[in-house]
């Protein structure tokens, strides 16, 4: 081989061409402000790639070479968030952020700073940065676990594969991945070409080519993202604001990049200002955005704020108004959901509508329709706003035809024919029917394969459809006796998939009851509410055992769950899936307790956690005080015994702990009480 360089000098040749190459990528990407012609750039990467290929020996998965992708996935492990990617609670109006405003100051006990960001539309990213390096890209998924895509992402030019050594050894940063409005339009375009199916928005199309399993492919579709929350054990900084200027200084593309994509304010009236400004300019920016987002800015303040079960109390999204449009309605139709709860749903001329042509939007229940006073034939007003389902909102009555009749509410099912219900205080129509008519049976059967069920892996809800459609499955039951040569014969069904499948359902078998009992899709039970019943009853049996009065006694069961789970119970065709469940070997009984309840010390005692702690975490604290019979509550009542105070805890909340006399004690008092005799 005939080398321009010594061996020493080639491996310096090549780490000096990355760098450079690095630096001109982020130049040219993050700040948007090349220092060099295109060809040069080219010209630089291709000597670099050459060297590379004749020295495989320096070969690094992070070299500016390896963007282009070429790892396929088949499918992406699945991994649980250190911290749970939670949502953002919407607000429409000046009204809403103003009560968002006043309730947090009063939280705090003090005013405090914000932040106003703007609410790219794309797909929530969470990157693990480990010894300056990009390890781990997961996707929100659920907001618990998320799919790991960091071949995929590792192609996003905007996201540094390594960065500056001053970012700490190991923390999370979290953005979203999203495609310019150029970008997707190109897309588009070659699609339509290539006779493909176009991407409805930017946003389906980011997402969707996240999930490509050739990052070759994703790394043709340009992704950009911006980061917005660096997560980590150690404070990175004391505001929101300076966390998003030490990201921009490590490397990253922080909406920092413009002067007006960021901003830092003080009150609503400033709040309003900046919305305002987007409201009338989003459409210039080069991306879409569907609102702006508030934080408070000192970082101090989280902890204390806290979190509700879906998102912080922190920040804050506001949504700009949705898009309107007017169009006919020609009929209306019924969908049966896995419950048996019909949803009427308007069929529509097609009419174009915030990027997408909209054919049918939800009308909800048979009130809303009462309540619009909706005829077939109106001139309907359609919105939608975000990802929310497009819903018509009202009728222009200037446009009625005089003549149409009023609108009758189905009275059977349109999949079985059986005669509808509304149970009463409902505002849903049911069909009865609950283990023959067909989307029920498949919709409970799509059920119980998710993910937060039996999370059956090798199946999905497009090869349930197959299974039932082809009669090869009625019920979940069914899935246990399935067997390779049953699935063989599918379409798109190969050996090994038709394998996996038969693995992944008789692997189902070790889900604890919890899952099962969740998983059997009985009305009002939620995840929540089975573990709940799966905790307190132990097993299927002493649950069929229970009557309602019982069960009412069981913390959060009303009286609607208790009668729905009762009722499911006595029904002959449930007990019949519920014992061949149990013949195929699925768990009806809780797991013995493995140390899980170490004492019962606590037991009757609500406890609030506030601040920061040295020797245990947040999460610590909650499970040993779970473990030894305590309840933990997310706030401050007459009914809270202990609040476990931390560092920095706020002024506020000892004031009103004092107020309503509970006990403050810290992490010392507190493990001193656990481990008391
Ligand atoms: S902060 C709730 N900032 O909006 C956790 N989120 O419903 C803190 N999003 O899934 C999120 N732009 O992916 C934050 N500037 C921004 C954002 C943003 C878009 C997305 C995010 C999340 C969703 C919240």
Known sequence: MNDLFSQGSVEERINQLREELNHHNYLYYVKDAPIISDHAFDTLLKELQDLESNHPEYSDPNSPTQRVGGQITKEFPTVTHAFPMLSLSNTYNREEIEAWVTRTEKLLGQTCHFVCELKYDGAAISLTYENGQLARAVTRGDGSKGDEITANVRTIQTIPLRISDQAPQTFEIRGEIFMTKSSFSHLNKERVKQDIEPFANPRNAASGSLKLQDSREVAKRKLDCFTYAIVSNTPISETHYESLKKAAEWGFHTPLVAEDYVKRVENVDQVM??????????????????????????????DELGTTAKSPRWAIAYKFAAEEAVTQLNGVTYQVGRTGAITPVAELTPVLLAGTTVKRASLHNADQIAKLDLRVGDFVKVEKGGDIIPKVTGVVFEKRNPALPTFTYATHCPECNSALHRPEGEANHYCPNEFACPPQQMGKIQHFISRKALDIDGIGSETVKQLFNEGLIQNVADLYDLTVEDVLPLERMAEKSAKNLVDGIAASKQQPFERVLYGLGIRYVGETIAKKLAKHYRSIENLKNASVEDMLQVDE?????????????????????????????????????????????????????????????????KSLIEQNGG??????????DYLVAGDKMGPAKREKAEKLGTHIIDETTFLALINSN
């Open 273 to 302: 200002a900046f919305i305002a400004y987007w409201d009338k300019h989003r459409l210039d920016l080069p991306f879409e955005i569907d609102g702006v987002v508030i934080k408070v800015d000192e970082h101090i303040y989280y």
């Open 557 to 621: 069961i009303g009286d609607s769950i208790a009668r729905s789970v009762a009722q499911y119970l006595k029904r002959e065709d449930s007990i019949a899936v519920i014992e061949r469940l149990r013949q195929a070997g699925l768990k009806l009984e809780a797991e013995k307790e493995e140390n899980t309840n170490v004492s019962d010390k606590l037991a009757g005692k609500t406890f609030v956690i506030s601040g920061v702690f040295t020797n245990v975490s947040r999460d610590e604290l």
């Open 631 to 640: 309840k933990v509550s997310g706030s401050l009542s007459g009914k809270t």
